[in-house]
């Protein structure tokens, strides 16, 4: 956005208040907050690590309670909201639009919560805020307000902080698909309802889930692994190149083997512009006649990469155009088929390419991770024709040695 002329600002929220945050912070012994400036820390320095770096503002929603019970005063005023013993609810009956994102009627929606609260007008009623006894042991996370002593329901953190940095309208909300519901509906109908301007975002960027074995990664099902544990295997820009590749709305599952598929075909970028810096360092004699032919090629490749990236950022149709367009380059490289000219724009356009979706092709790359992959490929290669020869001992302590590093190595069948 910011390269095709965009002035951008990227606002993520940081839920810094929450009963899951309240009960580790318990059964830690820690006080919640400590304890959420820490994960907030590492989370900042994981982002560092992978070059996530536009993000203009990041906003606590204990730094904006003020805001929240504003917006909630004046969801009661319209009549949207009302309070109960136990807190402050959304009355979704009021809310015409409700499920408008996700497509669903109120009458289908049944079930919000496991335990109902039977003081709500209705069963799939939100909280807006959460009444609390002054004595309680989460004292951190308690602030007075209009209806008492509590805290905010998680919905409304988000649109009291929007509102306060967009106002009620802007263009884009991001987030996982399961967000959708009820989340994201919530938002929709808070401010919406206390604003009265619809819509209150132009476009929605819901991003498929990250699965292991067709499983979403997830804490509860252990098949997790951190951005720390990752990168001690694979560089930052592989792990980039593995979410480019697949589009940000689709699932994308995670495996050994798709990251090496990323690696290596980062490494197929950075041995072009090798190649092409060792062309244009020597005096070698390449042909002038296709020179007009690359240029009007070059032209319509960056066509096909922006055309790509302008609808919906489909990044894997963009990295389609530079690995065929890498193709073609090798080919005519090893023919010397290609003017010195040619090579130079060419270079120029993949460090643009790689400029916007992140990446420095115009650096070295780092071999110290080929070679690496190489030792790993030689390994399976001689333990396949030890599992040829039936030499199974000594296949098998390869196998679990690698294992041992993290390398899963499945076998088949050998008849």
């Known amino acids: 956005m910011k390269y095709s002329g965009f002035t951008v600002f990227y606002l993520q929220n940081i839920t810094d208040l929450d009963d899951k945050i309240l009960k580790r912070a318990a059964e830690l012994g820690s006080s919640p907050l400590e304890l959420a400036r820490r994960y907030e820390e590492k989370y900042l320095h994981d982002m560092k690590v992978l070059g996530v770096e536009n993000v203009t503002i990041y906003a606590r929603a204990t730094e904006h309670i003020p805001e929240i019970i504003k917006q909630i005063e004046v969801l009661v005023k319209k009549d949207y909201a009302y309070e109960t013993d136990t807190g402050v609810y959304f009355d979704e009956s009021k809310f015409e639009d409700f499920g408008k994102l996700s497509n669903r009627n109120l009458e289908d929606l049944n079930v919000h919560r496991v335990d109902p609260d039977t003081s709500k007008k209705n069963h799939g009623d939100f909280a807006l805020w959460k009444k609390r006894e002054k004595e309680s042991d989460d004292q951190e996370m308690l602030w007075d307000s209009p209806w008492g002593t509590g805290r905010p329901g998680w919905h409304i953190e988000d649109t009291a902080i929007t509102e306060t940095y967009f106002g009620p309208q802007y263009d884009i909300h991001g987030g996982g698909l399961d967000l959708i519901f009820p989340h994201h509906e919530a938002e929709i109908a808070q401010m919406e309802a206390a604003s009265g301007k619809k819509p209150m975002v132009q476009y929605w960027m819901h991003t498929g889930f990250l699965n292991v074995k067709g499983e979403k990664m997830s804490k509860s099902l252990g098949n997790f692994i951190t951005i720390n544990e990752l990168l001690q295997k694979y560089s930052p820009e592989v792990f980039r190149f593995f979410v480019l590749s697949t589009h940000y709305r689709s699932p994308i599952d995670f495996s050994q083997e798709i990251l090496h598929q990323s690696h290596k075909g980062l490494k197929r970028i950075y041995k072009l512009m090798e190649t092409i810096d060792e062309l244009l360092d020597e005096d070698t004699k390449i ?129």
């Open 287 to 415: 042909s002038m006649k296709n020179d007009q032919e690359y240029i009007d090629k070059l032209i319509l490749v960056r066509e096909e990469f922006f055309d790509a990236m302008d609808n919906d950022f489909n990044t894997p149709i963009a990295f389609s155009s530079i690995f065929d367009l890498i193709r073609d380059v090798n080919r005519d490289i090893n023919k010397l088929n290609i003017s010195k000219n040619s090579l130079t724009k060419l270079k120029a356009l993949i460090i643009e390419f790689g400029f916007i979706l992140g990446f420095d092709f115009s650096m070295k790359h780092n071999k110290e991770y080929d070679l690496e992959e190489d030792l790993i490929e030689l390994l399976k290669d001689v333990r396949n024709k030890m599992r040829e020869k039936k030499e199974w001992e000594l296949s098998d302590e390869i196998r679990s040695r690698l294992k041992d590093m993290n390398i899963v190595i499945e076998d088949k069948s050998i008849k």
